[in-house]
């Protein structure tokens, strides 16, 4: 079992920034696997931003340089950092890892 639980959400004005969290805790060793996704009200769950388990980060392409997803191995904690954000970037952002998923944390862009 791994438990994740996500913190930083909130509301912010276009142009500004935004540094979620997610720490991990049970049977994960590693970082590696962890990722974001985020869903919109009447759309679907996308994929933000992950680490891959040869440690490799993969962006959607809507938020590619301007999120940043970093972690801390000896914390089991995952990092996202948003810049520049978007009245479209507002939504649920959940943290996940294989098969397990947070409880989600709101972030709210206003224009």
């Known amino acids: 079992q791994v438990q994740l639980v996500e913190s930083g959400g909130g509301l912010v004005q276009a142009g500004g920034s935004l540094r979620l969290s997610c720490a991990a805790s049970g049977s994960i060793f590693s970082i590696n696997g962890m990722g974001w996704y985020r869903q919109a009200p009447g759309k679907q769950r996308e994929l933000v931003a992950v680490?891959?388990?040869?440690?490799?980060?993969n962006y959607a392409n809507s938020v590619w340089g301007r999120f940043t997803i970093s972690g801390d191995n000896a914390k089991n904690t995952v990092f996202l950092q948003m810049n520049s954000l978007k009245p479209e970037d507002t939504a649920v952002y959940y943290c996940?890892?294989?098969?397990?998923w947070g409880q989600g944390t709101q972030v709210t862009v206003s224009s």
């Open positions: 680490i891959s388990s040869d440690g490799i980060t």
């Open positions: 996940t890892y294989r098969i397990y």
